[in-house]
């Protein structure tokens, strides 16, 4: 399914009814990353995922595309589909969406999950190395961004045990838009730390850190958890930055518990 944004179109799905959840996929990924928990959770919730702006089915615009800019769609998506409140999930390039959607609506939000998701700035090597890989998506494909990305993605573990879920990630990253991931690389350069949102959630939250994420430390999730008013921390071990299909049993059931809170709050 599709909605019209400015300068194209919106790719989702959409499944299930009741309290809604929006999952926001990773970067260099889209939607279906999240395909065993939407297939779980919509049977008792409605969930709703996107792909984002420059990946899966969703439109490729010029960019670069800021984070307000992303998160924008996703306003536009649930007004759309008559959405008042939605609770978010997200890891990655999901996560900077999510915040900069709080800041900006924050009324719209129910709940607020980070899995394997950060609200820190980037730091200077990863700032300083944003740029020439956006420039390197753009002349060669999606090759540099996989050989930059596909090593780091998963604990050491499936490397070895699990090829199977390697390849699928290579398949899922070959087959995005590399000017797509150069604008949304681009926009990721461009964001500010959330930091200073977090004693403004108030909503039930949920902090999943993998134990292997080689992008986000635990301990820096576990101060994050709490600073949040309502909040559910949960470390997985031997789990990197795809924790959904890593270990989609433990996501699932964290999301399951997140969303019965959510329900509880409900005016």
Same mark, same amino acid.
């Given at each position: 399914?599709?909605?019209?944004?400015?300068?194209?179109?919106?790719?989702?799905?959409?499944?299930?009814?009741?309290?809604?959840?929006?999952?926001?996929?990773?970067?260099?990924?889209?939607?279906?990353?999240?395909?065993?928990?939407?297939?779980?959770?919509?049977?008792?919730?409605?969930?709703?995922?996107?792909?984002?702006?420059?990946?899966?089915?969703?439109?490729?615009?010029?960019?670069?595309?800021?984070?307000?800019?992303?998160?924008?769609?996703?306003?536009?998506?649930?007004?759309?589909?008559?959405?008042?409140?939605?609770?978010?999930?997200?890891?990655?390039?999901?996560?900077?969406?999510?915040?900069?959607?709080?800041?900006?609506?924050?009324?719209?939000?129910?709940?607020?999950?980070?899995?394997?998701?950060?609200?820190?700035?980037?730091?200077?090597?990863?700032?300083?190395?944003?740029?020439?890989?956006?420039?390197?998506?753009?002349?060669?494909?999606?090759?540099?961004?996989?050989?930059?990305?596909?090593?780091?993605?998963?604990?050491?573990?499936?490397?070895?045990?699990?090829?199977?879920?390697?390849?699928? %990630?290579?398949?899922? #990253?070959? =087959?995005?838009? /590399?000017?797509?991931? *150069? &604008?949304?690389? !681009?926009? $990721? @350069?461009?964001?500010?730390?959330?930091?200073?949102?977090?004693?403004?959630?108030?909503?039930?939250?949920?902090?999943?850190?993998?134990?292997?994420?080689?992008?986000?430390?635990?301990?820096?999730?576990?101060?994050?958890?709490?600073?949040?008013?309502?909040?559910?921390?949960?470390?997985?071990?031997?789990? %990197?930055?795809?924790? #959904?299909? =890593?270990?989609? /049993?433990?996501?699932? *059931? &964290?999301?399951? !518990?997140? $969303? @019965?809170?959510?329900?509880?709050?409900?005016?």
């Amino acid at each position: 399914m599709h909605i019209p944004i400015d300068g194209g179109r919106l790719h989702y799905t959409d499944a299930g009814t009741g309290e809604t959840l929006i999952l926001l996929h990773g970067f260099p990924l889209d939607g279906r990353s999240w395909q065993t928990q939407a297939a779980e959770l919509s049977r008792s919730y409605r969930v709703i995922c996107p792909d984002l702006r420059g990946s899966g089915g969703s439109s490729v615009t010029p960019g670069p595309y800021l984070m307000e800019s992303l998160a924008g769609d996703i306003l536009d998506l649930l007004d759309a589909l008559h959405v008042e409140r939605a609770a978010f999930a997200a890891p990655s390039i999901g996560s900077y969406v999510q915040a900069a959607f709080f800041r900006m609506y924050s009324e719209r939000v129910s709940g607020f999950a980070l899995i394997a998701g950060n609200t820190f700035a980037d730091t200077e090597k990863i700032l300083a190395g944003r740029g020439p890989l956006a420039d390197r998506a753009e002349r060669e494909g999606m090759q540099p961004v996989i050989d930059a990305y596909l090593p780091r993605y998963y604990a050491p573990l499936f490397y070895t045990e699990r090829p199977d879920l390697i390849d699928e %990630g290579r398949r899922w #990253m070959s =087959e995005q838009s /590399a000017v797509g991931a *150069a &604008a949304q690389i !681009r926009g $990721m @350069a461009e964001r500010v730390s959330a930091d200073d949102l977090l004693e403004d959630i108030r909503v039930p939250s949920l902090v999943l850190a993998p134990s292997d994420d080689s992008w986000i430390p635990v301990a820096h999730l576990r101060a994050v958890a709490d600073q949040l008013a309502d909040c559910e921390f949960l470390e997985v071990a031997a789990c %990197g930055h795809m924790p #959904m299909r =890593e270990h989609p /049993a433990i996501v699932t *059931a &964290a999301l399951t !518990r997140l $969303m @019965a809170r959510v329900s509880a709050a409900a005016p």
